[in-house]
């Protein structure tokens, strides 16, 4: 029931952008997205609650394809500052009291 | 400030005895949750809690327990640890279940079961 995410890693540099995708073989309620830092806590960044729904958060964004059961998130001009991993959850109809979080994509920005 | 709190950050132990990680949010969340975070495998569900005495199990209970007898705390207990429970875990909670809230994090216990 682990969502897939893809890719499992990547290196940009400065000012490029990047999208990371989580889909799932289930039905989905919502799709949650965060990011850790190493060493620290995971960060929520948004959560998407409905087909089609787009949410941003600072120059981050998402979208969620509810008939594909996909999730992207999409990071645009990227800053060191978005260095980390990134966890997709899916919160999957049949049981929506339980978030399942993705393997994580590593993110690198490099100047 | 809004948090999670656990204790300890680290902590290392020998196999057989009993350990509990402590967890409290200053929130007024209904919702609490135990993950463990082990390379490559993301963030598994151990325990969660939809509210004051309702706990269920998550994906990998075995070897855990968990009570909420207060809407605040939400302990982890091992009751005899062993070197495969050797992980970093974390404590979240959310408002509510219902509505789909994101969760906020603790900062962690890295555990190691020697």
């Known amino acids: 029931q682990q969502p897939v995410q893809s890719p499992q890693a990547v290196i940009l540099r400065e000012g490029e952008d990047a999208v990371i995708n989580c889909s799932s073989s289930?039905?989905?309620?919502?799709v949650h997205w965060y990011r850790q830092k190493h060493g620290e806590a995971p960060v929520f960044l948004m959560i998407l609650l409905k087909g089609g729904e787009q949410m941003r958060h600072e120059k981050i964004s998402a979208s969620f394809n509810e008939k594909k059961q996909q999730s992207s998130l999409y990071l645009t001009a990227s800053q060191l500052s978005y260095s980390g991993t990134y966890f997709c959850g899916t919160e999957i109809k049949t049981s929506y009291d339980k978030v399942i979080f993705g393997p994580g994509t590593s993110l690198s920005v490099i100047p | 400030e809004a948090q999670v709190t656990q204790n300890p950050r680290y902590l290392i132990t020998v196999t057989g005895k009993k350990l509990t990680v402590t967890c409290s949010q200053n929130m007024n969340h209904e919702y609490m949750s135990w993950y463990r975070q082990d390379p490559g495998l993301g963030l598994r569900q151990i325990y969660y809690s939809m509210n004051v005495e309702v706990t269920d199990k998550g994906d990998v209970p075995e070897g855990y327990k968990v009570s909420r007898k207060e809407k605040r705390n939400f302990p982890l207990i091992l009751e005899s640890p062993s070197p495969n429970q050797t992980s970093l875990y974390f404590c979240?909670?959310?408002?509510?279940?219902?509505?789909?809230?994101?969760?906020?994090f603790g900062s962690g216990t890295r555990l190691t079961v020697v």
């Open positions: 289930k039905a989905l309620y919502s």
């Open positions: 979240a909670s959310s408002l509510s279940r219902q509505g789909a809230y994101g969760y906020t």
